[in-house]
């Protein structure tokens, strides 16, 4: 590509030869970002891609008139130098489930023996191998070439980080033997020798050193420049897969085993066990072998090994149920606790966190924990137990901290011997440090929050951070800095005031790119991202709310369940007074076990809650069959149905989500692709016994074909599956007309 051949200085251009030199360099630059970027295909090298980016930048100066929309140096350098080109996975890369101890184990297996219906007896085995501390990595080979590596990112869409996996010694660039498509995942990991002798570079040459092996890693990977990473010692374990052309084995031991034939390194700590003492066992050894493997470990993941009962099992939102991570314990370190500080999030959660004298713990440096709430604080847990044996925590102790992988540090110890006499106990307060409302704390919840709903500025600032988020709206320009610099002036109080934004201050463009950090450029860029964003698909409507309880699984759930706004909001307007029995119920059913002995507990529960639904006034016919219908959409139970009645019946808060929508141009969603289901769309009831599969995966498979399974039946209600000893539901079905049919019918009808 011929470039920076235009060589006349810039202080010769005239004004027509500046204008014609700028669209030149916007036009070669446009391709380089292409070809680095897109196709991780450098065409430049960085000099010379900088000596083209200075020259652009010196003729603006000079020509300040003439630069262009789309000039080079508008765009802002985070995002396009520093970015990777986006991959969507073909198959979600997800994360697992965590086990702490034995008992967790034992109850992995036990959920399984459940959820498929096999017997204590029946043989079940699992793979047991080492957690590797590093990043995921997917490899898409094509007819043996590798293709592509992308990185985990949110496990829908990663990084195309393919020139950089290229110089991986792991990773083979061609493959002899595979499925004409092979998609093979495994962990990317520095060794500790490597780790050490690249810290060493790094220091010698005035750069940071990297604070533990994972992150140099990833830090080594997330390279743009291809060549740092070839200098970077990345090593690759292979054990998983995605998409694939034809199976690798029946089992996972098998298809480790292929995929190392193949000349993948796997890791040689991987064993077959028939069950948790023998995977409790090999847990044992890994962990003993620990010290000495070279590189970090952080627990062992187990794996069903038979993938057909992988299969079966299938997947929760995030995770797979057929594995599941039993980390190592956690580290500790010990550290005086300064203060404690009370931060208020976007649902008025009042939450403790404690500040800490910096500490390493593990290889990273901690000065905050969590206290969760005020039982914490106090040695309780939240049915009143002692935590801590007891013991409280106040300000000025000296804390044992720990973390465990990735999540949050927590205290877990204070030394009372060094704890002077008069150090006065923490009082949890009972207004909000943001707004001064009261602070409550409802019965049966563990949090306090404050009641100042939207006149709180914590949580208004909170929630509309959320609201602009990635996985919400999602606006260019407008992150959670520009919103509270927004919130702060007053510009912006609440989301519907994002989309009158420019109606407001538009004119007014001129005040806003007087304000620090807005030029016209920007302000304009923004009100057309804003613009752009007025057409939202439900679910990430629903998810930007940032309802208690309601996250992004659950909102695209309630999104392909109710499909419109109007429809979803109905639903929950006709089922709010079923919500209210329900929540009665629940408070009588507390009080009653607080009170009954054991053994009868479970029949009067039922009895209590019976008597409250059936109180006077009678509980609306079309409130209750809203209400079921609501808890029983798929991953939604009676927490979320609550949070959203709740929400939804609060005066101010509903005032200003219609504001909101009332400016939207709201997209309906769609339900599951499932072309060629014969089921999409039914609403199906399972009732009776079911003899070849549990409740849980007759359940999961019907919603993965596509249909809606409902615990009660209605006239809206498709199909009745009545096993043995179906009663009034399978009645109910036939008075009204409604298809009944066994549980063989139904495996034949779903093709199983
Ligand atoms: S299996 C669908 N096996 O741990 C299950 N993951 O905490 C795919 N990891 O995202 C994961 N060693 O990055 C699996 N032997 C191993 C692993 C492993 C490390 C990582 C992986 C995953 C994370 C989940």
């Not at 680095?36 to 980016?53: C, F, G, I, M, Q």
């Not at 659950?554 to 419109?564: E, G, I, K, Q, W």
Request: a negative charge; proline letters at 4%; one cysteine or more.
């Amino acid at each position: 590509m011929a470039h920076g051949n235009s060589d006349s200085p810039v202080e010769d251009l005239t004004e027509e030869g500046a204008r014609g030199e700028l669209a030149r360099l916007a036009g070669l630059l446009a391709e380089a970002n292409r070809a680095y970027h897109t196709e991780d295909a450098p065409e430049l090298s960085d000099a010379a891609y900088d000596a083209l980016k200075r020259r652009n930048a010196a003729i603006e100066a000079r020509f300040p008139e003439l630069k262009r929309d789309d000039s080079p140096s508008e765009q802002v350098g985070a995002e396009l130098a520093e970015g990777f080109a986006k991959v969507a996975h073909s198959q979600r890369m997800l994360s697992l489930s965590n086990a702490f101890d034995g008992d967790e184990v034992r109850d992995f297996d036990r959920s399984i023996r459940r959820y498929l219906g096999l017997s204590d007896g029946a043989p079940l085995a699992f793979t047991a191998e080492p957690k590797i501390d590093g990043l995921s990595l997917s490899l898409r080979y094509e007819d043996g070439a590798l293709v592509q590596a992308a990185t985990r990112g949110d496990g829908a869409v990663g990084e195309n980080v393919t020139a950089n996996a290229r110089t991986v010694d792991d990773i083979p660039a061609r493959i002899e033997g595979a499925p004409a498509l092979f998609e093979i995942r495994g962990e990317v990991y520095m060794s500790h020798a490597d780790f050490a002798a690249l810290n060493e570079r790094q220091i010698a040459k005035g750069a940071k050193p990297f604070a533990n092996p994972r992150n140099a890693a990833a830090g080594s990977l997330r390279q743009l420049d291809a060549a740092i990473t070839r200098d970077r010692p990345l090593k690759f374990f292979a054990y998983a897969w995605g998409a694939l052309s034809e199976p690798l084995a029946d089992t996972q031991k098998g298809a480790i085993d292929r995929m190392a034939a193949l000349g993948f390194a796997t890791n040689p700590l991987t064993a077959l066990c028939d069950g948790p003492d023998e995977m409790l066992a090999h847990y044992a050894r890994i962990e003993e072998a620990r010290a000495t493997l070279g590189y970090d470990i952080d627990g062992v993941v187990y794996k069903v090994d038979n993938l057909a009962l992988q299969e079966r099992l299938g997947f929760r939102s995030t995770t797979p149920r057929w594995a599941i991570a039993h980390k190592f314990p956690a580290e500790l370190a010990w550290t005086r606790l300064e203060k404690i500080d009370i931060q208020v999030g976007r649902t008025g959660a009042l939450s403790p966190v404690a500040r800490l004298t910096p500490v390493t713990v593990g290889g990273v440096v901690v000065s905050n924990a969590t206290l969760h709430n005020e039982d914490y604080i106090a040695g309780r847990d939240s049915s009143g137990g002692e935590i801590r044996g007891g013991k409280d925590i106040r300000e000025g102790d000296w804390v044992q901290v720990y973390r465990a992988g990735d999540v949050i540090p927590k205290v877990a110890d204070v030394d009372l011997a060094k704890r002077p006499e008069d150090a006065p106990r923490y009082v949890f307060p009972v207004t909000c440090p943001e707004c001064g409302s009261e602070a409550i704390r409802e019965e049966g919840d563990a949090v306090r929050r404050c009641t100042g709903g939207l006149i709180c500025p914590a949580q208004a600032v909170e929630k509309l951070k959320h609201f602009v988020s990635r996985a919400a709206f999602d606006i260019e320009g407008l992150g959670a800095k520009q919103v509270e610099q927004f919130y702060r002036d007053g510009w912006i109080r609440e989301p519907a005031e994002i989309f009158s934004l420019q109606e407001r201050y538009g004119s007014g463009l001129q005040q806003l790119k007087n304000r620090e950090g807005w030029g016209e450029k920007s302000a304009n860029n923004l009100f057309e991202a804003i613009e752009e964003k007025r057409k939202i698909g439900l679910g990430r409507l629903i998810f930007a709310l940032g309802l208690r309880h309601v996250g992004e699984v659950v909102s695209n759930d309630l999104a392909r369940h109710y499909l419109t706004w109007d429809a979803l909001v109905q639903a929950v307007d006709t089922a709010r007074p079923a919500a209210h029995r329900h929540r009665e119920a629940d408070a009588a059913v507390e009080r009653e076990r607080a009170t009954a002995a054991r053994e009868e507990r479970r029949a009067r529960i039922k009895e209590t809650r019976d008597l409250v639904w059936a109180q006077d006034p009678p509980v609306p016919e079309e409130a209750r069959a809203a209400w079921e219908d609501l808890v029983g959409v798929d991953g939604i139970g009676t927490t979320v149905a609550v949070s959203l009645v709740t929400s939804f019946g609060q005066e101010a808060e509903r005032a200003s989500v219609d504001r909101l929508v009332a400016g939207l141009d709201v997209q309906a969603a769609e339900r599951p692709a499932t072309a060629g289901s014969p089921v999409a769309g039914k609403t199906v009831v399972f009732t009776g016994t079911l003899e070849r599969m549990t409740r849980a995966e007759a359940k999961a498979r019907a919603e993965a074909m596509g249909a809606k399974v409902s615990g009660s039946v209605s006239k809206k209600t498709d199909i009745v599956v009545a096993g043995p000893g179906a009663g009034s539901k399978e009645t109910k079905a036939r008075d009204l007309g409604v298809e009944v049919m066994d549980e063989d019918a139904w495996l034949a009808l779903i093709g199983a």
